[in-house]
Structures are given as C-alpha cells and as structure tokens.
C-alpha cells in the first residue's frame, strides 16, 4: 500500500494511507541502504507499506523517489545527516527583528541551503505589530535587502492579522517547510491561518533559555483552504552539507550575477584584486550584511576543510 508520512518520532512514523493513519516501522533492510543518515524516511515521503499480523501497524518497505529532500546535518560527531523534509515546494523562513532577534547571517545562511536545494523560499517577518520607534524602518530595509535579490517577503502579524491573507495566497495548494528559531510565533501564526489546528504554542518566556533542548520531530499538518505544512520545531535551520567554496558564491544569487566579470576564475572574492564581487559591494549593489554572511559561511567551510584533510 501507499501512503504519504506525515509525523516521525525517531524510529517509529505515522503513514497517512486514504483517511487511515498507520503507525510504521521501517524495515531493518532499508536502514542500512542509507547509512548517512540517522533518518532513513522523512516527513513528506511517499512510501510503501505493508500491515503487519495485528491489520493496525506497519512496516515501511521502500520510499518513493524524492522530488527533493532537505538535511540538516547532526549535531553529533556520526557525521550522518538528518534528513528534516521531503518533496516540499517551498520553504518559509518566519523571523523577527526583536522578540527574538533573527541574525541577518542566520537568515542568509537559510537561503543559501535553500538554494543549494533548488527549493524556492520566502521570509516571513513575524510580528510586524511590535516593530515601532523606528524599527519599521530596519523592517522595510531588510526586506528591500531581499526583495531585491528576488526573494519574496512578506511582513505579518498574528495579532493585527497583518499579512495573513498574502500568507494563505502563498500556501495554498503547496508543500510548505516552516522554518525558523524557536519563539519567532511559527506555531501562532499556523493556528491563525487554520485555526482548527490548535498547535501548541510557547509562553514568551521560553525562548530566553538559549540552550533549552527538546527533542522533537517534523509534523505535516493539511490546511483546510488547501495545502500543507510541515512545521519543525527544534530545527533551527538546516545544514550547508558538502558545499565547495565556489557553491557558496553560487548561491548568493546577486553575487553569482557577477562572478564572471572577476578578474580570476577561481576567486575567493576575499582578498583578490579586480574582484567584481568586492565591486559590487563597494558600489552598494551587494548589502554589506549579505558580504558579510558570504564571508562568515566561507571561513566555517574553509575550517572544516582543514579538519577532513588534518
Ligand atoms: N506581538 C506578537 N507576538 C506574537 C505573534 N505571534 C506569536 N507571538 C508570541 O510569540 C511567542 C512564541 O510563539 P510560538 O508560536 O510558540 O513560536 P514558535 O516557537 O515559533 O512556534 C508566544 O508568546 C506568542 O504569543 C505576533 O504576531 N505578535
Ligand atoms: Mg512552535
Ligand atoms: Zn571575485
């Protein structure tokens, strides 16, 4: 039987076969196909199933191909990848200027992976009723920032009902990731485009304890005007895995529009003279905060380099 799986706990999944949710298990055979992974079925796969003796649980026997898949590398020293999604169509980054503060560099660091899996993605600005005494302005400036890349930005707030309109146009009938730190309103803000989903949400306190580790899973979730989500506590971004230092510039969409007119063609765009990318930024073409991340995700590369061939 086919189904879709819409919940994973680790090594148990909740498979959605017609109206039918059926708690599977994956078979050991497939474990060990994929051995990079901690994970080998993601929330969104479309997997095969079989019932076992007891007609109410299941046992997963092979995965459909995957349109995409995004991975978040593990924390741990395994060096295995965690596979968070599969096939989404688009993923939502929801970030806040204050109440959290979402870094620039966390944000672009988020764009890059996106790029780098071709699945397209939009900044929500959360809370955009709490943004005053001038922060509208850094409001308006940092979505001009990406709008003027290309990426789609949207400012919404759960409790004027700022936005949420545009934000159901945008999910409806598609795949969505909901991406973003924990206390950035990600639950409130499911609950108020589809308010029958009741999520839980955090009191504001929570999101003080910088170090509080829960762990959690992704979850699919259907909206009832038409698509789904798939919200990811505890995930606070996903991983630039196995990025060359050229993939890096590649996927800074406004730096890779002048790449070709660099004086040198394996350029670093660091130190280089006749560098068009350094051009650009002195020029104000590129915002500096975007260099600046460039550079930051260039040196964590260039480290982690060292530490493979040491
Ligand atoms: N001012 C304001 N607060 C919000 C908004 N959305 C959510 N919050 C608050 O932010 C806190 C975290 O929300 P939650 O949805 O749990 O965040 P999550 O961790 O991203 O799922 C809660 O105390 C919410 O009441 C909003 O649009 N405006
Ligand atoms: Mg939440
Ligand atoms: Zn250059």
């Given at each position: 039987?086919?189904?879709?799986?819409?919940?994973?706990t680790g090594?148990?999944?909740?498979v959605l076969s017609?109206?039918q949710?059926?708690?599977?298990?994956?078979?050991?055979?497939?474990?060990?196909?994929?051995?990079r992974?901690?994970?080998?079925?993601a929330v969104?796969?479309?997997?095969e199933?079989?019932?076992?003796?007891?007609?109410?649980?299941?046992v997963i026997?092979?995965?459909k191909?995957r349109?995409?898949?995004?991975?978040?590398k593990?924390?741990?020293?395994?060096?295995?990848?965690?596979?968070i999604a599969?096939?989404v169509?688009?993923?939502?980054?929801?970030?806040?200027?204050?109440?959290p503060?979402?870094?620039l560099?966390?944000?672009?660091?988020f764009?890059?992976?996106?790029?780098?899996?071709?699945?397209?993605?939009?900044?929500?600005?959360?809370?955009?009723?709490?943004?005053?005494?001038?922060?509208?302005d850094?409001?308006?400036?940092?979505?001009?920032?990406?709008?003027?890349?290309?990426y789609?930005?949207?400012?919404?707030?759960?409790?004027t009902g700022?936005?949420?309109?545009?934000?159901?146009?945008?999910?409806?009938?598609?795949?969505t990731m909901l991406?973003?730190?924990?206390?950035?309103g990600?639950?409130?803000?499911?609950?108020?485009?589809?308010?029958?989903?009741?999520?839980?949400?955090?009191?504001?306190?929570?999101y003080?304890f910088?170090?509080?580790?829960?762990?959690?899973?992704?979850?699919?979730?259907?909206?009832?005007?038409?698509?789904?989500?798939?919200?990811t506590?505890g995930?606070?971004?996903?991983?630039l895995?196995?990025?060359?230092?050229?993939?890096?510039a590649?996927?800074?969409p406004?730096?890779?529009k002048?790449?070709?007119?660099?004086?040198?063609?394996?350029?670093?765009?660091?130190?280089e003279?006749?560098?068009a990318?350094k051009?650009?930024?002195?020029?104000?073409?590129?915002?500096p905060s975007?260099?600046?991340?460039y550079?930051?995700i260039?040196t964590?590369?260039?480290?982690?380099?060292?530490?493979?061939?040491?």
């Open positions: 039987m086919e189904g879709l799986v819409i919940k994973s090594s148990n999944y909740i017609g109206e949710r059926i708690d599977c298990k994956v078979r050991g055979k497939l474990r060990l196909d994929m051995l992974t901690t994970n080998p079925v969104g796969d479309i997997v199933f079989e019932f076992q003796q007891d007609n109410k649980t299941g026997t092979e995965i191909k349109k995409n898949y995004i991975v978040r593990s924390v741990n020293l395994s060096k295995e990848n965690h596979i599969a096939n169509d688009q993923c939502l980054l929801v970030l806040t200027l204050i109440m503060e979402t870094p560099e966390f944000v672009d660091r764009l890059v992976s996106a790029e780098a899996y071709k699945v397209p993605a939009v900044l929500v600005f959360n809370k955009a009723d709490i943004y005053e005494g001038g922060l509208e850094v409001l308006k400036e940092t979505m001009e920032i990406y709008e003027k890349i290309g789609k930005t949207l400012a919404v707030s759960s409790i700022q936005g949420i309109e545009d934000l159901k146009a945008l999910l409806k009938d598609k795949t991406s973003g730190n924990s206390g950035t990600k639950s409130t803000l499911i609950n108020t485009v589809n308010p029958g989903l009741n999520l839980k949400t955090a009191e504001i306190s929570q003080s910088a170090g509080k580790h829960t762990t959690t899973f992704a979850e699919m979730f259907d909206l009832d005007f038409g698509g789904k989500i798939i919200d506590p995930i606070k971004g996903f991983g895995t196995g990025m060359s230092e050229e993939d890096i590649h996927n800074f406004e730096m890779f002048c790449l070709s007119r660099c004086k040198f063609y394996n350029c670093t765009h660091t130190h003279p006749g560098c990318v051009e650009a930024v002195d020029e104000g073409l590129i915002s975007r260099y600046h991340s550079l930051s260039l964590d590369s260039n480290s982690k380099y060292r530490e493979k061939s040491r």
